[in-house]
């Protein structure tokens, strides 16, 4: 059983910084490819970050792009949210997730294209 624990949310200001942390356990970690989602009270749960299972491809939304960097340490089985510049509408649970399938220099961003899905961390960003 593949297991997503995430950590590292909280309350800051507008501005201010956050990483986000998700720790994979049960498989290879190298055989997923990894995304952070994120949900804001009242709204669909939407897109934020992938990265391919070889690290090398990444993709953004356009509404982090240049401010929210996605990376992970194959060695660590984690992948990291890296969120500069917070803006109150960042506010979200956020969630990552695996995705077994697909090449290695694959990304996804489709919440249906993900097989496994941690609880979610709330970030909460103030103005």
């Known amino acids: 059983q593949v297991q997503l624990v995430e950590s590292g949310g909280g309350l800051v200001q507008a501005g201010g910084s956050l990483s986000l942390s998700c720790a994979v356990s049960g498989r290879t970690f190298s055989s997923y490819a990894m995304s952070w989602f994120r949900q804001a009270p009242g709204k669909e749960r939407e897109f934020v970050a992938a990265?391919?299972?070889?690290?090398?491809?990444?993709h953004y939304a356009d509404s982090v792009k240049g401010r929210f960097t996605i990376s992970r340490e194959n060695a660590k089985n984690t992948v990291t949210l890296q969120m500069n510049s917070l803006r109150p509408e960042d506010t979200a649970v956020y969630y990552c997730?695996?995705?077994?399938?697909?090449?290695?220099?694959?990304?996804?961003?489709?919440?249906?294209?993900?097989?496994?899905w941690g609880q979610g961390t709330q970030v909460t960003v103030s103005s």
């Open positions: 997730a695996a995705r077994s399938s697909g090449a290695v220099y694959v990304v996804a961003f489709l919440q249906s294209q993900y097989d496994y």
């Open positions: 990265i391919s299972k070889n690290g090398v491809t990444t």
